[in-house]
């Protein structure tokens, strides 16, 4: 039956030429146009107020029910904790070994065992999450802020320019991201200032994608006409205008980036290319412990293993959480 | 006067009920909390009535025909009263039994055709799927698919059947819709708002269509509308709703012509009729605005809003009394409510245009070519046409007759083709508003159709306002701020709506801030693209009076593009109907719409209801508007004309817009005496 093709999808009575709208407010009864002001101020349970501080309000509210959200964050605070006073909790120093004591297997002196050159593990991968948390977070900003500058660039001017980075950015996402890093890094030398360079650029390419096709959306709305009619210049009409209305995509996109740069870092630590030894550095242990896999020492690549999961784990919930929140 | 409690039987005893509605309660629960939208509702459908539901958004009217069927959102429930259909009691049904309901018993049309259907799936294969499920088979599905689509008078049924939905206009998806809904030949069909999507021409014809079928397949019909003309057209007996209550139960024509009900006075009032015009006076509008969703007042509903309310109404709430055998009233003074007094004082001093004047818009030979597909779509052709100070010309048409474009090109959002000339005060006007310089750019603003889309949603009232002040009135600071609030007090909103962002206000209000926003720089012009057609009457009425008070003060020349031609006469000094991107006829207002007319003029004036019964001769309009890629040979409304000439030069010359009587253009091949006695007009 027809209604049962239609109901589900299409509560009835909304289109374009007649939104459902309510009442217009006192114009000559003071105590009727108050009904606005006291819905505004009461809540009134949270449907009917529409401000920007309610909405931040009731999206906190929900976040902070979500387990999801509160899983990742527990996990991602705890490295962040790791990151900043990780000399003072590390039980050990992470850099220098013991000559004794090597390929020690977990104990209650050595938690996570000790490596092929005797330094701790455990204390390895609690100083170990200060770069990565430093690098990627850097990375992932630059790459926001450059993706959605050229985002809206291309959206709202489109034409030449817009097809001319559309092909960059397909040429560029033709080859695996590991190798256009590695390729680069091997080019300019390892460093910090490389890592957040190639990581940023390649994911701005990425996100302005997304950014262009929200403000391909956005550019046709009315308001972007009525600035044209005011003589508003292109800079303000994008940044202004248009880029508060398209923030929600960006925030998501930065957490599921940061994500992928995390992810990026240990591998290119792993490959030799990143953060270089004998800093310690998740990736590069395992690069240098994995041989030892053979010998029976698990711990050596394990934990530092787990590490990386669990933290683009946690950014991923965190991620994953917002976006269910802020897009509905 | 006698208290009736319950439930009222109107319909003819002896005839089986279709729907019985008692004492209906619908409550939601949002966040936890209850909050009730539907309250106390009783009426009765008898087999082939049609009844009406009208209200204005939010008032409840879908909701109570989600209850019908029980498709009500997952949060919704009826929470108090029954409601029976066809002899079934619709709470008490189990799965098995409410599908056979939902397939056979009940079916629904809704607003927008489009969403229906199902986009991937041609035509056919949907209709005969509606067959299959009641047990035909494939091939006998088939053929009875496309004689359903032959009933709702799809002229061309082959083609449609091998169709799919986006390649057809709207009005034929409804038509398909239609065709599926009573392909159970159900007892009762719903139609939720079924025309409000649709031009004025394309409705007419829908509810012609329904009007028939309604007889050939005597099935009872529930038509919800919010335009009171439709409802009154279409239905034998009227539901007012207001805020989730029946406020008024009555036959249609009685309860629109002798309300007995203050809200369905101020209603009827809100609505520019009887060739009402701005300088006749101001349209009455209804105070205060509709209680938020789920607030129970202890008295009456529509106390706070009601000039007649008296103490009684804030402390009782009135029950349906019986006002005659089958009018019903929830009001404690009914009697009293054909007296209800102004809200909006009439009285109005609006200077006359100066017809003498120099014009300070004058648009020659416009055109606009878009190019689509490797196509050349003509949306606009040699237009000419001069706009005088303080005036107010009316823009009407079909959807695709060039309107909006008109509107674009003027303001420079749309660059018009070579060789069209537009012209401020004398000065000829760049194509494209980047390089008009601020002055023009100032003199020209518009208002937008919808103002979810003409504000921006993330910035306030203040800023949206204050920017427009800056950059076209180079105001700042302290001169800025007094401006702000001079500009803002003029569309009568107060200075504690500065701060808030568009989605904290209604309809109304943001409609106000787009108003302000354009004034902001003293404009001489100002375009209105729809300006009330997304909002409910009685802010349609606040809106229009504003607009021809603001005009009236400040001397500005409206363009204003309106599909409901009831606004344009009442606001416009003349009219220009436009087709195909051409101008039909142009004059003043009254002239064009006292007639004669243009024979497409004379087919959109009659396709359009009207609430005072004096039903014109339809003139139906067949076919669809040609696309403007291939316009027709000749004058391009031959394809759907009935006055078309035997002698064939319509097909063959394009009549030219020429002048058939002094201030009035017409492009037709008719002589204007010979169109004045085919229609009838009076020669005054």
Redesign the interface.
Known sequence: ???????P?????????????????????P???A???R??ATG?????D???RAIRREHLRQLLRSPAFLTGMAIFLWWVVCAVFGRVIAPYDPVTGSLTQFNVPPSSTHWFGTDSLGRDVFSRVIVGARDILIIAPLATLLGTVVGTSLGLIQGYFRGVLDNVVGRIVDAVLALPFVIIAFLFVVAVGPSTITLILVIGLVFALIIARTVRTAVLQERE???V??A?????SNAHIMFV?IL??V?APIMVEFTVRLGYAIFAIATLSFLGFGIQPPTPDWGADIAASYQYLAAGYWWETLFPALAIASLIVAVNLIGDSIEAVVIQ | MTIDASPQVNAPPGQALVVDAAHVDVTYT??G?DRLAVRDISFQIGRQESFGLVG???SG??TM??AI?R?L?RNGRVSSGSITVNGQDVASLGKDALRSL??RT???V???PG????PTIRIGRQVAE?YE?AGLSKADAAGRAEQALRRVQISDPGRVIRSYPHQLSGGMLQRV?IA??LA?EPALLIL??PT??LDATVEAEILDLVASLREEFHTGVLFIS?NLAVIAKMCDRVGVMYAGELVEEGGAREVFEQPRHPYTVGLIRCIPRRGQRKDHGRLD????????PGQVPTGCVFA??CGLAKERCFTEAPPMYEVSGTRYSRCHYHELAPTLPR??PADVQLPEPDRAAAPVITLREVSKTFAARGEQVHALTGVDLDLRLGETVGLVGESGSGKTTLARVL???TAPDQGSTLELEGKKLAPT??QRN?DQ?RA???V?Q?P????????SVRYQIG??LT??AGLHGKQEEEALLDVVHSV?M?E?HLD??P???????KQRVAIA?AYA?NPQVLVCDEPT????V??QA?ILNLLAELQGREHVTYLFISHDLGVVRYLSDRIVVLYLGRIMEYGDAETVFSGPHHPYTEALLSAVPSLDGALRERIALTGEIPSPAHPPSGCVFHTRCPRRLPSGICESTEPPLAEAEPGHFMRCHIPLADLRALQHVSNE
């Open positions: 039956m027809m209604a049962d093709d239609e109901l999808g299409t509560p009835a009575g909304s289109s374009a030429t007649r939104t459902p709208l309510e009442g217009d407010p006192a114009l000559l009864d105590a009727a146009a009904v606005l002001v819905d505004d009134a349970a949270g449907a009917l529409v401000s920007a709305l009315d308001y006409a009525a044209r009619l005011r003589n508003e205008e508060p209305n923030f | 949002v966040r909390t204005e958004s939010g009217k879908t025909a989600l069927t498709y959102a939902r397939a009940v079916s629904m809704y607003q927008e969403r229906a259907l199902n509606v499920i819709v599926m809904a159970s939720d708002e409000t999507a919010h509008t209804i105070p205060g605005f509709l209680p938020s706070q809003r809200a909006t303001l420079g959002l508003a980047p601020r750019l020209m603003q518009i937008f919808n979810d889309s003409a504000l921006n949603r993330r910035h920017r427009a950059k076209l009568r107060e504690r808030l962002r989605a904290q206000l209604s309809g109304g209000l926003r720089g057609s997304a909002l409910d009685s802010v606040a």
